[in-house]
T-cell receptor, first 116, second 115 residues
Framework: GNSVTQMEGPVTLSEEAFLTINCTYT??????LFWYVQYPGEGLQLLLK???ADDKGSNKGFEATYRKETTSFHLEKGSVQVSDSAVYFC???????????????WGLGTSLAVNP | DTEVTQTPKHLVMGMTNKKSLKCEQH?????MYWYKQKAKKPPELMFV???????INESVPSRFSPECPNSSLLNLHLHALQPEDSALYLC??????????????FGPGTRLTVT
């Protein structure tokens, strides 16, 4: 079945450092890929998505490219800020349906702390 | 507007209480979800409603009872909960499609503590 493997955290960076959070997946078919972010004490927010191979999702300075050849969807940001401190979840649309939509398969999350 | 609202933000209840969590969205989404999330873990799917009908119950104990009064509202009724049910309860919604994989939009959650 489909699955997501995400790099373990916590990740600690200084402000303005370059960020990479690795996400690899196994999947059959053509899943969509998502990054969600959860700031302390809040719900999940969709950060970016990609629906097919070679798509690049981007938002708020974050980017991720859907790489079918390496089955990866790594999250990157060129210069992190203290306000980026959060937990980041990689997810993909699974094979199983929940109603008319595919269930999301989640990575375990990566905690990011950015120090001033 | 991509907002999903949830009330209350925090809830403390005893094991004999009955309470309800509420969720609302005005994006015209016809799929609505309840998730449970423990600290620093990914969310766990509990229930899915599709066109106001329950389509998935992920073997959730009967002390959790969902309800979808209309296409914009989703409730979760709680009764006789256990301390291990303490968690963040998240509501989400999405468009419906068996062909496209639409993203889910989440609310801010209700942080539930069972004493």
């Amino acid at each position: 079945g489909n699955s997501v493997t995400q790099m373990e955290g916590p990740v600690t960076l200084s402000e303005e450092a370059f960020l990479t959070i690795n996400c690899t997946y196994t999947a059959t078919g053509y899943p969509s890929l998502f990054w969600y972010v959860q700031y302390p004490g809040e719900g999940l927010q969709l950060l970016l998505k990609a629906t097919k191979a070679d798509d690049k999702g981007s938002n708020k300075g974050f980017e991720a490219t859907y790489r079918k050849e390496t089955t990866s969807f790594h999250l990157e940001k060129g210069s992190v800020q203290v306000s980026d401190s959060a937990v980041y979840f990689c997810a993909l649309s699974g094979l199983e349906f929940a109603g008319n939509n595919r269930k999301l398969i989640w990575g375990l999350g990566t905690s990011l702390a950015v120090n001033p | 507007d991509t907002e999903v609202t949830q009330t209350p933000k925090h809830l403390v209840m005893g094991m004999t209480n009955k309470k309800s969590l509420k969720c609302e969205q005005h994006m015209g989404h016809r799929a609505m979800y309840w998730y449970k999330q423990k600290a620093k873990k990914p969310p766990e799917l509990m229930f899915v409603y599709s066109y106001e009908k329950l389509s998935i119950n992920e073997s959730v104990p009967s002390r959790f009872s969902p309800e979808c009064p209309n296409s914009s509202l989703l409730n979760l009724h709680l009764h006789a909960l256990q301390p291990e049910d303490s968690a963040l309860y998240l509501c989400a919604s999405s468009q419906e499609s068996r062909i496209r994989n639409y993203e889910q939009y989440f609310g801010p959650g209700t942080r539930l503590t069972v004493t």
